[in-house]
């Protein structure tokens, strides 16, 4: 019998990544997702790539109800993968209550209904953020978390206290929060990606929006920081290999190899990169002209960030494997393949 995982937001851009590298790996797969930025769609997607569509409940995880009537319903699950969460920084400025509410409330109901229905290991969707702009470079799990930037910034810091409490005090239950970098690209198959509804505010979809002339001209924001080429830097890493990461993490949590009850883990490539460099490695591995103009700084933004990732990968035995190149060419399959959708 498949061992059973909940998979919340594995609708979204690294839950459905992660659901396929989970279905690959025997797991049997249960995605719960509300379908506020993300389409029903990307199911038949999986099917396509795995053979095997996955079990669907579309409810809210802030309704406190419908979770616990979920979970009765449930058999034994052995893990919970949190995706579910509002995740724009700059709407979580306008609209902080919602994302406190939406963040908060959904991570507190799943957490009492772990200890309601005896599902003892999390898995949590962090973020690089909680380090704010670090005083040194690359960050390692000990860099202080910061003020952070954003209301959203705030509630990844804000949950990774609550799991550490509710796992300090309640020692079966184990937790691992992951603190991604910046997520890119897309599966080798190009039928599931980065599906931003609107506007992208992330640079690679508004990217090869542009590219494929869905947008006018992407703007660099701000080529006046302190860094080689004067764009600010990021740590991006494919979408593939940050949900390989979660397979890695679960099995951990399964096998009790964890070595304190809550964990945290920086998952990035170790590379820091800018935007400048970003266009120029599309350009290459793409063979496509960005159109793009510099522009000022963008509120918020931090100058530059990559991670340290020694303890991930000597603790979860994991690396980054795919080359910048290879990322940014799989971001503009994808976009290619979305006008047959
Ligand atoms: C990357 C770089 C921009 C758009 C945020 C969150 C993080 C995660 C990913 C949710 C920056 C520059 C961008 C554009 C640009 N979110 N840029 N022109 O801000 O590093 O991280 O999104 O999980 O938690 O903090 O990502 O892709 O928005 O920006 O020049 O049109 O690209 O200034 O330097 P960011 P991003």
Redesign the pocket.
Known sequence: MSKKILVTGGTGF?GSHTVVELQNNGFDVVIVDNLSNSKVEVLDQIEKITGTKPEFECFDLTDRQKTIQFFEKQEKLEAIIHFAAS???GESVEKPLMYYHNNLNSLMNLMECMQEFDVQNLVF?S???VYGQPDQLPVTEQTPRKEA??P??NT?SICEDIIRDVCKANPQLKGIALR?????GAHESALIGELPLGV????????TQTVAGIRKE?????DDYNTPDG????D?IHVVDLAKAHVVAIERLLDNQNKENCEFFNVGTGNGV??LE?INSFERSTGEKVPHKI?G??E???EQ?YADTAYANQELNWKAESSLDETLLSAWKWQVNLKNF
Do not use: M, Q, W
């Open positions: 690294i995740k724009a920084v969707s973020s690089c953020t930037e954003s959203y910034g990844k991604y970098f910046n997520p890119i992208p505010n992330n640079l690679i979809p508004f990217l992407l703007s660099v924001f701000g764009s600010a830097i990021r991006y800018s935007v970003i522009t700084r963008r918020g933004d931090i960030i």
